[in-house]
């Protein structure tokens, strides 16, 4: 895009959840505590299934839910990955 617009990254991402965690694997907002972090992201079909209805609601890894039931016709995937962030914490 030459006209300097923005575009999406994806498309369809119903939730995108981020847990930042410490050394010891618990939950940490202190920025300078952070050593990993848990993503955690729900995507859905562009095109909505009228034979299914998606009565599920969404959790991130530590089982709090990030996306509620939509009680509707799209169908939805769960992707999580966890980042081991290395430089953080050399100083």
Excluded: H, W
Aim: one cysteine or more.
């Amino acid at each position: 895009d030459t006209g300097g617009g923005l575009q999406p990254a994806a498309e369809n991402i119903d939730a995108l959840d981020f847990v930042y965690l410490d050394g010891d694997r618990n939950v940490t907002s202190d920025p300078v505590a952070v050593r990993s972090i848990e993503i955690t992201m729900i995507a859905r079909t562009g095109k909505s299934d009228p034979d299914y209805t998606d009565t599920q609601s969404y959790v991130n890894q530590r089982g709090t839910v990030i996306l509620a039931a939509q009680n509707d016709n799209f169908r939805r995937k769960v992707l999580s990955v966890k980042v081991k962030c290395r430089n953080l914490g050399l100083g």
